[in-house]
């Protein structure tokens, strides 16, 4: 089982990106997925996260209104479409996978993550 982050870059203050994550070795249709950020010196914080059978979402605070969460389950993708990005938004981006369709938002409950994605937003 694996998970592939990508379509991380540099992007100036206001702009978009998207990232993805694709997933691979089995279905996800019982698992809360979510993405985690973590930029230097601090510690991995949850981002958003979407219910994959139901496709609820949940985001937090400081990325409400401009992250949105989604997946395609033919194609057992997930993704984050990034819009109005402020330089604090600057860190590694990471997918990870969790059990059970339940909102989880603390990383140690984590045991299946991608690589690391950079997200680097100039000002």
């Known amino acids: 089982v694996q998970l592939q982050a990508s379509g991380g870059g540099l992007v100036q203050a206001g702009g978009s990106l998207r990232l993805s994550c694709a997933a691979s070795?089995?279905?996800?249709?019982?698992?809360?997925m979510a993405w985690f950020r973590q930029a230097p010196g601090k510690e991995r914080e949850f981002v958003a996260g979407?219910?994959?059978?139901?496709?609820?979402?949940y985001y937090a605070d400081s990325v409400k209104g401009r992250f949105t969460i989604s997946r395609d389950g033919t194609k057992n993708t997930l993704y984050l479409q990034m819009n109005s990005l402020k330089p604090e938004d600057t860190a590694n981006y990471y997918c990870?996978?969790?059990?059970?369709?339940?909102?989880?938002?603390?990383?140690?409950?984590?045991?299946?993550w991608g690589q690391g994605t950079l997200v680097t937003v100039s000002s």
């Open positions: 990870g996978a969790r059990p059970g369709p339940f909102v989880r938002t603390a990383q140690w409950e984590y045991a299946l």
């Open positions: 979407i219910i994959w059978s139901g496709g609820t979402t």
């Open positions: 070795g089995r279905t996800f249709s019982n698992y809360f």
